[in-house]
């Protein structure tokens, strides 16, 4: 059976040329360019509660890292750096040595198209657990907070949410999507495309910023308190995939809309003198890019239906101590 | 129940005011002194592996932050920021909420000690995993690496080996120490002490280093891969404690002693003509730093009994997925 040093050194020791070391000493050396701050970030992936336990190594090595440079976006900060901490089931390694090697291909695809380099992490035998600390850098006093909103800001979405959470839905038998909605929504679950460019060129326009992981309300919500205002947002000024709207009459889809979680789009605001310039970037882009409503003085987040109603919402996003 | 968000709030969340931002964003923002380096470990620690099911909380987050402030002591570094993710049992959050205070307590009576702070981490549902990231600062090029080891080099170790393992083997009905004993050797695995001053004062004094975390043959044969050396080491001049002389004639202590592991003292290489500045350090930090053999030109490691004959060693180390 492979030891850990055989498993790093044949899997995940790729060359990291602009850190000063790399992976092989007791830590990683780095150093960030004068003027930049750095953003750090860590997610913990767990079998059963974030993925299923056969999910497809590839995709699970993809979204590990995806999930990180996510939280990069949200920032405007450009992924740098990452260390890898992984607990694998003995019967794993002893038997299938193809899911390292294929989980790696997946980490490191992604990690190449971002320019990320692995500096460094962990091996160890456990219940399959994944942790990826993500460190980027970004310009001094320029990275994207959750305070920033003020009153007047637009509310602005990219992409379109839900389909994670409705493919997620389906595979748990708790809505039955058609063949072709299921294969439209299944990459926004597996293989989420973080939004670093797009986060990256907020710089200077948006105020606030978050990722939505845990589902719009709630971290919308994140940024509402943060920034101590209130919001009203307009549910169909919500942008849907044509997927997501074939089951908008399920409150299921509605709920998988508003506070699914696992979007991995940007929630931003932004003063409304910049909606032109964000006209242009979702053109240059290539992501749609949204406004869902405004940012008010009075706390609380109220959504309006179609005829202007104050909706009733139950969900508010996903908890991982309440969530079943 | 705990929400995570009231976990994170009410049990990780301190100032950190030498951060940027700390947590409550997507990423936390932090930047390092002009002049330095940044240095990046991390570890997990996986409930049945690296500790007992009921382990005692308080020591558990001592030890998870223990044993990356080690990491930065074997490379000259001041710890500074740390980032930790738990996976958490739902029966643990359900029924004892005095666990996770308990430790943070531990975690942060270590942390407070070393002025680390805490900036960011994770918190999800699933079997208990605990995951350190630390990053600390290093005046640039001076880091104290694995690789620079040179023929003629003193072989040091600092404090006294072989005593967590040895209270493990107890604990584990290997061995059966006497009370004083178990008692005098449980700290070593509950509660190392983190070599981190001494690091900080080997910069310019050592010419390599690394924390012997997986027992002295194990991670002395990394400094002498790393630097394409050699070594040969001398059996009785391994400093032990006085409950670890009494058990030497059991070959599971002698095994405790060489490959037993989380030692987490520092075993370092410095050139012959710093042995009087080392003397010196060793007398003002109070903790006993013993020459235990050379570096030499010849690749290998040759470790040498009381009557100089080379031993025939057979456990070379902990590794996590070849030991039972």
Known sequence: MLSE????????????????????????????????????STDMLVCGRHFFPDAEPRKLGYKSLAVN?????????????????????????????????????????LAQTYEVELIGGDTTQGPLNICVTIIGEVEAGKALRRSGARPGDDIWIS??????????????????LQPEDIEACLPALDTPAPRVALGRRLIGIAHSAIDISDGLLADLDHILKCSRVGAIIRMDEINCS???????????????????????????????????????????????????GIIGEKEGL???????????????????????
């Open 159 to 176: 992409g379109h949410l839900g389909d994670a959470a409705l493919a997620l839905a389906h595979v748990l038998g708790r809505i039955n």
């Open 302 to 324: 109220v959504v309006l239906d179609a005829d202007g109603n104050p909706m009733q919402l139950e969900a508010r996003g996903y908890d991982h101590f309440r969530a079943e």
């Open 69 to 109: 440079l996510s939280d990069m976006a949200a920032m405007g900060a450009r992924p740098r750096w990452a260390t890898l901490s992984l607990a694998l089931p003995e019967p794993l390694v002893r038997t299938d040595e193809k899911w390292l090697e294929i989980f790696a291909q997946g980490f490191f695809s």
């Open 242 to 292: 044509a997927s997501m709207k074939r089951y908008l009459s399920h409150p299921l889809a509605i709920n998988c809309l508003l506070a699914g979680g696992d979007d991995y789009e940007l929630c931003f605001t932004a003063p409304q003198s910049t909606r032109q310039r964000i006209g242009i970037l979702s053109r240059e882009q290539n992501i749609p890019l949204t406004r869902v």
């Open 5 to 40: 040093f055989d498993i790093i050194r044949r899997y995940f020791t790729r060359p990291a040329p602009s850190a000063i070391l790399g992976i092989g000493d007791d830590a990683a050396l780095i150093q960030s360019a004068p003027g930049m701050e750095l953003a750090v």
